[in-house]
């Protein structure tokens, strides 16, 4: 993202921060340390006013913003002491094969390596689900497998069928 920053005479300092294509969230900080923030939506359109903030609600708003009050886990920099297995979460619809058959006779880890460590359904989890549990329309299996395997895996629950090669 790149930032561009300008001094604004009279009026204190400008903030203008790519959002992609030609959007840009502009941020004008004034002397008296008043902030606007603005929205513009192109490169020749005017800006549109969202809102403005005293100092102290900018820097509150700002360390929100930051993290200071709750850390998300971001994804992509994620570490999981698993090896090479990961954790997938796969959604059955009605049509699904499996649909109306337990996990011991879906068969599920034997065709394509995976466990199924927990199911969702609705609001209820079901934590390590054991083999007589069924397998509902709507459900949300949660499985742990190698890429590969959760790649087999999904193609089991949305095509009923399986290319054990990858596996």
């Known amino acids: 993202m790149t ?3 300008a001094d604004v005479p009279g009026v204190g300092h400008k903030f203008e921060l790519e959002l992609g294509g ?3 969230l502009i941020v004008l900080i004034h002397h ?14 005017d800006s549109e006013r969202l809102f403005s903030l005293t100092g102290k609600r900018a820097r509150q ?7 200071a009050y709750f850390q998300p886990v971001e994804m992509d920099d994620i570490q999981v002491p698993l090896g090479e297995a990961i954790i997938e979460w796969v959604d059955v619809s009605p049509s699904a ?15 394509t390596g995976v466990s199924i460590i927990a199911i969702q359904r609705g609001e209820e989890t079901i934590a390590n689900p054991q083999p007589n549990s069924t397998i509902e329309a709507d459900d949300i299996l949660v ?5 590969a395997e959760q790649r087999a895996f999904t193609e089991l629950v949305e095509t009923g069928e399986t290319d054990t090669s990858q596996t």
């Not at 923030?37 to 020749?44: A, D, F, I, T, W």
């Not at 499985?143 to 890429?147: A, D, F, K, V």
């Open 3 to 5: 930032i561009y920053e």
């Open 22 to 24: 030609d959007k840009r």
């Open 32 to 45: 008296d340390g008043k902030r606007e923030v603005y929205l513009r939506p192109g490169e020749n359109q």
């Open 61 to 67: 708003l700002g360390s929100i913003l930051e993290g």
């Open 97 to 111: 094969s499996l649909v109306g058959h337990s996990l011991r006779d879906a068969n599920i880890r034997e065709q």
């Open 143 to 147: 499985s742990l497998g190698t890429r």
